[in-house]
């Protein structure tokens, strides 16, 4: 069924399973948990890792990283197991690094990202020992300077460029075109300015460049025009100071199927492709290969987790349309109302009947746009007590969650091999009024 989209769902006697190997039952996880319910797989969470790990390794050499990009869903058993599948972490604020730590994760496997860090973020970051700064301005690369020299440290860093590309997708998730605010540009000559600042400082050590063009790319030659503009700039380095970058970081945003018309990416022939290009090229240009890094993370949990919903009521307006309305909504996914992104929806407990009512899935904000997804087929009896399934709302649903309308955050629970637990707990009303004088 090519809605289901990936090989860790399936429909049995009419309900709707979740799970890499033996699936859980959605029915029971709703009945047991409540609904809404955030679903992850651990099985595909793992896998997921290990296709980058090992086809960084096999293309790119044991020196290679990648790093889970964890705006993606951060909380504490998402950095345990990226640590035990071997990656790295993309932090991008104090909450992200405390998250990290609170897990055990290694800090010298971190590296902080951010156009704005404050002196704050800065000290916190460096007194939890990360082991890599992306600086993305000489504001930035003067404060890490300082604030290293009044604790008597020297700080790795990387720097991030904007290689002036456009990505082919979303505006709103577009960070390699040289009007963003991420990086430095290296057409306007500020790139070769900051690099040459920085190799001045003492206690900022440069170790490197970093880009990143965007995110839900599906296009493989956007990484290869990203990578063939970064190494002229490598070579352009060396030849005119002698400086030779020792890591390439060429960020993350491949696409992920959230409906069926849209592509299944093969991440380690994306990886190949690049790791050809970039070794023809480095010897082109008679220059060492960097250390190559890579930051997945929608490509990481995005297909490892569903959304499961309750109905409550379904309005149907003669001679308009219709609506199906949830009891979760853009507090717990604001993509459709930021974005106007797609998404699959499955009625988790009648995956087996017709559906020939076409409704809008609403939230329970008080939002007119408060819209998890329009022109969705139902069941024609779709009524109260109904489960709907949202499916790949692994990534930047959990993270992007609020409290608007003073509504709980969902839990988040973790399934593996038939097994189900709570890896996030469910926001209590107490847990809204906690910080309230």
């Known amino acids: 069924?090519?809605?289901?989209?990936?090989?860790?769902?399936?429909?049995?006697?009419?309900?709707?399973?979740?799970?890499?190997?033996?699936?859980?039952s959605t029915k029971e996880l709703a009945r047991k948990y409540g609904t809404p319910l955030y679903v992850m797989d651990e099985n595909r969470i793992r896998r997921n890792c290990a296709e980058y790990r090992e086809a960084l390794s096999e293309f790119f050499g044991d020196d290679s990283c990648a790093l889970y990009a964890s705006k993606a869903a951060s909380f504490k058993m998402i950095y345990k197991i990226i640590n035990e599948e071997g990656l790295g972490a993309d932090v991008v604020s104090c909450g992200e690094i405390y998250t990290a730590l609170k897990a055990g994760f290694p800090?010298?496997?971190?590296?902080?990202?951010?156009n704005n860090k404050t002196d704050a973020d800065i000290a916190f970051a460096m007194d939890a020992h990360v082991g890599y700064f992306v600086c993305d301005n000489v504001e930035e690369v003067d404060a890490i300077d300082k604030i290293a020299a009044q604790k008597g440290i020297t700080q790795k860093l990387l720097l991030r460029l904007t290689p002036g590309i456009d990505p082919h997708t979303y505006d709103e998730v577009a960070t390699g075109k040289?009007?963003?605010?991420?990086?430095?540009?290296?057409?306007?000559?500020?790139?070769?300015?900051?690099?040459?600042?920085?190799?001045?400082?003492?206690?900022?050590?440069?170790?490197?460049?970093h880009c990143h063009v965007g995110s839900m790319v599906f296009d493989s030659d956007v990484f290869l025009r990203s990578a063939d503009i970064m190494l002229d700039f490598i070579k352009s380095v060396k030849d005119r100071c002698s400086y030779e970058a020792q890591i390439l970081d060429l960020g993350g945003g491949y696409g992920v199927r959230y409906v069926s018309d849209q592509p299944q990416i093969s991440i380690r022939d994306?990886?190949?492709?690049?790791?050809?290009?970039?070794?023809?090229?480095?010897?082109?240009?008679?220059?060492?290969?960097?250390?190559?890094?890579?930051?997945?993370?929608?490509?990481?949990?995005?297909?490892?987790?569903?959304?499961?919903?309750?109905?409550?009521?379904v309005k149907k307006i003669t001679g308009y349309k219709n609506y199906v309305s949830v009891d979760g909504g853009m507090t717990d996914n604001p993509r459709y109302a930021l974005y106007g992104s797609k998404y699959t929806v499955i009625p988790a407990d009648k995956a087996d009947v017709p559906r020939i009512l076409q409704a809008?899935?609403?939230?329970?904000?008080?939002?007119?746009?408060?819209?998890?997804?329009?022109?969705?087929?139902?069941?024609?009896?779709?009524?109260?007590?109904d489960l709907v399934a949202v499916l790949t709302t692994g990534a930047y649903n959990y993270s992007m969650a609020s409290n608007y309308n003073r509504i709980p955050r969902l839990p988040?629970?973790?399934?593996?091999?038939?097994?189900?637990?709570?890896?996030?707990r469910r926001e209590s009303l107490d847990d809204i009024v906690l910080n309230d004088l």
């Open 1 to 24: 069924m090519s809605e289901l989209l990936t090989d860790n769902l399936s429909i049995k006697d009419g309900e709707l399973y979740f799970g890499d190997g033996k699936g859980v």
């Open 107 to 114: 800090m010298e496997k971190a590296y902080f990202q951010g």
């Open 178 to 209: 040289v009007d963003s605010k991420f990086g430095t540009a290296i057409e306007t000559g500020q790139a070769m300015e900051i690099t040459l600042h920085t190799l001045e400082k003492k206690h900022a050590k440069l170790c490197g460049f």
């Open 270 to 313: 994306n990886i190949k492709e690049v790791a050809d290009f970039i070794n023809k090229k480095c010897e082109k240009l008679g220059i060492s290969r960097p250390s190559i890094r890579l930051e997945p993370g929608r490509s990481i949990v995005a297909d490892a987790g569903i959304t499961l919903y309750t109905v409550g009521t």
């Open 360 to 385: 809008d899935l609403v939230g329970r904000c008080c939002e007119s746009g408060d819209i998890i997804q329009p022109q969705v087929m139902f069941p024609q009896d779709v009524g109260r007590g």
């Open 412 to 424: 988040i629970v973790m399934v593996r091999d038939g097994s189900d637990c709570l890896a996030v």
